[in-house]
């Protein structure tokens, strides 16, 4: 589903990521792990199409085609989404009104009719229960307000709600409670189908013992330098990165 | 001969039709003179630095149009908010009428400022309030000399008025260029509330220029929310002059929505004159093309634990203009007031301007006070994250606009005219909503 192949990309002159290649199929999880400044986020940024990034080398394959010059509007029609570290707050539209428009620009894109009324709401019904989300939260304006846990799980709720073939969850359990996590991997792993893929980028295992990844990929100065199963959380759980920077100037 | 003075020796024209003996004319003649010393405003004064009268000047302006003009209620219908039951005070160039009207006189009065200013039963209240809450200022002067007609509302003691009232003001264009000087005066007595919509509409392409005085009185525990429109055609021009005099416990609300016109300046003026009164003031200003919109405020507290919140949003594209200008005056007195200002504005063209001033004197030393103003661009993160949710940018700016300008009609009390609004703004920004904002 995803070829990342040899990715470098830079922000303000800067590499930050230093040849990234990365397989993704459909049915899989996986978990990008790394210490603070690795680069993690980067990558999602760079997947989903932010423009501050300048691949200056490589490529990004989705579903057999080169999505690099892709706008990230493009790379949504095709199924793309981004759960946002932090996500942005936009006064003035209401969660409803914007997942509405998100839907509807999407099918657009894809040359189909709006979604009628009655369907969308049966579906922001169905998904805002998913995820335990009150009728009242949903008239609210967009993430503003809302806390930490609110505003992932308003996340959530909209890659619920658009259905997206890869889903990249940026730090999804950071700022949230035990109680938030739960309800928010319990959503995440309820949306999980065989033809659609998650990549997960998290700091700490905490969120792999509820979302179990496939695999595991470490994440140091802007390189995979390690991949593995579930185990290999686990591991970098009691050992910490050390001993896997340690491993590389070994091999050196 | 400049405007000035064709409106000078007009005045005599006038004093052939109106009551030369009565107190009211004396307040006419010390304001005529008042203008002939002042004259219009120039951009030499510093509340007038970014906005010249100079091009609405040169029109050779009619003053008194001669035939009342009758117009069919399904051609001007779309001006009203006719979706609810309101009283409407209508005026077509200047004159009362009847036709298109729909008064009052049972429990509250919204009728005619000419009936007031002439019967005797309303002198008590003419003398009690009539010209009472305005300044010492040219235009308002020139509107005062020629006082003659306008809305008279008076919400009497602990009545609510049971619907909006509208007051609505055409200009047919019968005369080539027409200059109009409407007079209004609203008294909410002790606990009485009511809402207004105050409208200046231009029927055709020829120049208007309305030089509008509303004189307001909110007094003790009342409260009053007042919607104002604008959105005439690019001949039109509006210098709308509002005072409002709060007594304490009061709340009292302006919002000014200005879509259209050639020129408008917007001078609004609250003083609050007790103790744990609310003013609000609320703006939103989208314009194109070479229009030019001027919000002039002022909020003067002069006593304790008051309350001020303003809140002003412009979105300029083309050549237009744009021009806050907001002071905020606490006397020593009026200590623990909370005065709040913003003024946020988004430039989508570079051949766009706006000037953002705020003024804050304040001389008390235990009060909240903050502003803010910004002139901007887009938020470019809001941008990236619609996006990433299969907006495309183009539809995603329209979004982010729309958002931002309709930030300001959370207050909108009255549903139909936030509807109306909403629509306009989505239609002035270019955005299909897919749905009711």
Not at chain 1, 137 to 155: I, P, Q, T
Not at chain 2, 84 to 96: E, N, Q
Not at chain 2, 144 to 159: L, S, V
Request: net charge negative; charged share 25%.
């Amino acid at each position: 589903m995803l070829k990342i192949k040899n990715l470098h990309a830079n922000v303000e002159g800067q590499e930050i990521l230093k040849g990234i290649d990365l397989e993704i199929n459909p049915g899989e999880v996986h978990a990008i792990m790394g210490p603070n400044g690795s680069g993690k986020s980067t990558l999602a940024s760079v997947i989903a199409g932010n423009e501050d990034f300048e691949v200056t080398e490589g490529d990004i394959i989705f579903e057999e085609s080169n999505i690099s010059e892709l706008s990230p509007d493009e790379r949504a029609h095709k199924g793309i989404f981004l759960s946002f570290q932090y996500p942005v707050e936009i006064p003035g539209v209401s969660v409803t009104n914007f997942v509405r428009t998100s839907i509807n620009e999407v099918r657009k894109a894809r040359n189909l009719e709006p979604m009628p009324a009655k369907d969308m709401l049966k579906m922001i019904k169905e998904k805002s229960e998913l995820l335990k989300i009150d009728r009242k939260f949903l008239s609210r304006s967009l993430n503003e307000g809302f806390s930490g846990g609110e505003k992932k799980r308003n996340e959530i709720f909209q890659m619920a709600m658009l259905e997206p073939k890869l889903a990249i969850l940026d730090e999804t359990d950071s700022g949230l409670d035990i109680d938030a996590i739960r309800v928010v991997s319990d959503g995440v792993n309820q949306l999980k189908t065989k033809e659609n893929a998650t990549l997960m980028i998290t700091h700490y295992q905490r969120l792999l013992d509820y979302i179990i990844p496939d695999y595991v990929h470490v994440l140091l100065d802007g390189k995979i330098v390690k991949s593995g199963g579930k185990e290999l959380a686990k591991e970098l759980e009691v050992r910490g990165y050390d001993w896997i920077k340690e491993e590389q100037i070994a091999s050196l | 001969m400049t405007l000035k003075d064709k409106l000078i020796s007009s005045y005599l024209l006038f004093e052939e039709n109106v009551d030369l003996e009565s107190d009211i004319h004396k307040q006419r003649d010390e304001a005529i003179k008042f203008f002939v010393e002042t004259g219009f405003p120039t951009k030499k004064e510093e509340a007038w630095k970014y906005t010249s009268l100079k091009p609405i000047l040169k029109e050779d302006y009619n003053f008194f149009p001669k035939k009342e003009d009758a117009l069919d209620y399904k051609d001007v219908k779309k001006y009203f908010i006719h979706d609810i039951d309101t009283y409407t005070i209508v005026f077509v160039d200047g004159i009362f009428s009847s036709q298109l009207s729909n008064t009052t006189h049972e429990r509250i009065d919204a009728c005619l400022m000419s009936s007031a200013l002439n019967k005797d039963k309303y002198k008590p209240v003419i003398d009690k309030y009539f010209n009472k809450a305005v300044p010492k200022d040219g235009m308002v002067s020139l509107n005062t000399a020629f006082t003659r007609e306008g809305a008279y509302i008076r919400i009497p003691k602990n009545i609510t008025a049971e619907k909006p009232i509208q007051i609505l003001n055409f200009s047919t264009g019968n005369q080539e260029a027409l200059m109009v000087q409407p007079r209004n005066l609203i008294i909410l007595e002790e606990g009485a509330e009511t809402e207004i919509i105050e409208r200046h509409q231009s029927l055709t392409e020829n120049p208007v220029l309305t030089n509008v005085v509303t004189e307001v009185f909110v007094e003790k525990n009342a409260h009053l929310d007042y919607y104002k429109i604008q959105n005439d055609h690019t001949s039109a021009s509006l210098i709308d002059n509002t005072f409002i005099k709060q007594d304490r416990d009061s709340s009292a609300s302006v919002q000014t929505f200005s879509f259209g016109g050639k020129l408008t300046r917007n001078n609004l003026n609250f003083y609050q004159h007790g103790e744990n009164i609310n003013s609000i003031l609320k703006g939103v200003t989208i314009i194109e093309g070479k229009q030019h919109v001027d919000h002039n405020t002022l909020v003067h507290h002069q006593e304790p634990n008051c309350e001020s919140h303003q809140d002003y949003k412009g979105i300029f594209s083309g050549k237009s203009v744009g021009v806050f200008n907001g002071k905020i005056l606490v006397d020593k007195v009026a200590q623990k007031t909370n005065a709040f200002q913003s003024n946020n504005n988004i430039l989508i063209d570079d051949t766009a301007t706006c000037n953002s001033k705020p003024q804050l004197e304040i001389f008390a030393d235990d009060v909240k006070c903050s502003h803010g103003c910004t002139i901007g661009q887009m938020d470019e993160e809001a941008l990236y994250y619609l996006q990433t949710r299969g907006i495309p940018y183009k539809e995603a700016r329209a979004l982010l606009m729309f958002a931002f300008a309709n930030k300001v009609l959370s207050s909108v009390r009255i549903p139909e005219i936030k509807k109306r609004i909403t629509k306009q703004i989505a239609l002035k920004i270019g955005v299909e909503l897919g749905f009711d904002a």
